[in-house]
């Protein structure tokens, strides 16, 4: 089983929809984090959660907004979806030594706003 | 602000090496990240290196970093059609207070010609 997973997978909506994607991770780190994905763009920060308690804005988290409800669950919402959130979205999470710290990726949510 | 940039697509002969170059801005940085992602599937991690090191060599890769310059490279040898995807180099280090946050490049799109 993977150890950190996504749902849905793909989705398509319309404008002004709310929409939940949700990332559930088994690998018992405390870190976890959202990212889009837009081509010629790289990986963009949404937000960030260090803890259960924890919750952070990333680069780009106008439009959007989370909700840790455990550790091992961190769900990104667009509470009114529009055209320019078509991305690929990430979940990740990371246990950090020290200074080093890899990032472990779920597979990805293919997003589409009509 | 921070910034990782890389070219955004690379073309080489199977069998040949594949060199993917990235420089980014920031001189603290503690760890950089090489991360593949192969079609359909989030990032995973190939090899990282640390800021005081100035090659690692891992079986067919070498990471080349030069701080004077602000320069990483990814030199894979003998390259195979399974190594194309997309690289994407990423530098942490500790912003606005958030420690060993990631700073992710665009990617770059490694074609290999059989």
């Known amino acids: 089983d993977a150890d950190v997973t996504q749902t849905p997978r793909n989705r398509i909506t319309k404008t002004g929809k709310r929409i939940m994607l949700e990332c559930s991770q088994t690998?018992?780190?405390?870190?976890m984090y959202w990212y889009r994905q837009d081509p010629g763009l790289g990986l963009r920060l949404i937000y960030y959660s260090f803890d259960v308690k924890d919750i952070n804005k990333g680069e780009i988290s106008d439009g959007y907004s989370v909700s840790r409800q455990a550790q091992a669950k961190f769900s990104l919402s667009l509470e009114s979806a529009i055209p320019n959130q078509t991305a690929l979205y990430f979940c990740?999470?990371?246990?950090?030594?020290?200074?080093?710290?890899?990032?472990?990726f779920g597979p990805g949510t293919r997003l589409l706003v009509l | 602000g921070e910034d990782v940039e890389q070219s955004l697509f690379l073309s080489v002969r199977e069998g040949d090496s594949s060199v993917i170059n990235c420089t980014y801005t920031?001189?603290?940085?503690?760890?950089l990240y090489w991360y593949k992602q192969e079609p359909g599937a989030g990032l995973q991690l190939l090899t990282y290196?640390?800021?005081?090191?100035d090659m690692k060599q891992d079986q067919r890769l070498t990471v080349l970093l030069n701080k004077k310059d602000k320069h990483l490279s990814l030199r894979i040898a003998d390259t195979q059609t399974g190594d194309s995807a997309i690289y994407f180099c990423a530098e942490s280090g500790n912003y606005g207070g958030a420690t060993n946050k990631l700073i992710f490049g665009t990617g770059t799109l490694l074609a290999v010609q059989p």
């Open positions: 990740a999470t990371s246990d950090p030594r020290g200074y080093q710290e890899t990032q472990y």
């Open positions: 690998k018992g780190h405390d870190r």
């Open positions: 290196i640390f800021s005081n090191m």
């Open positions: 920031d001189s603290s940085s503690t760890y």
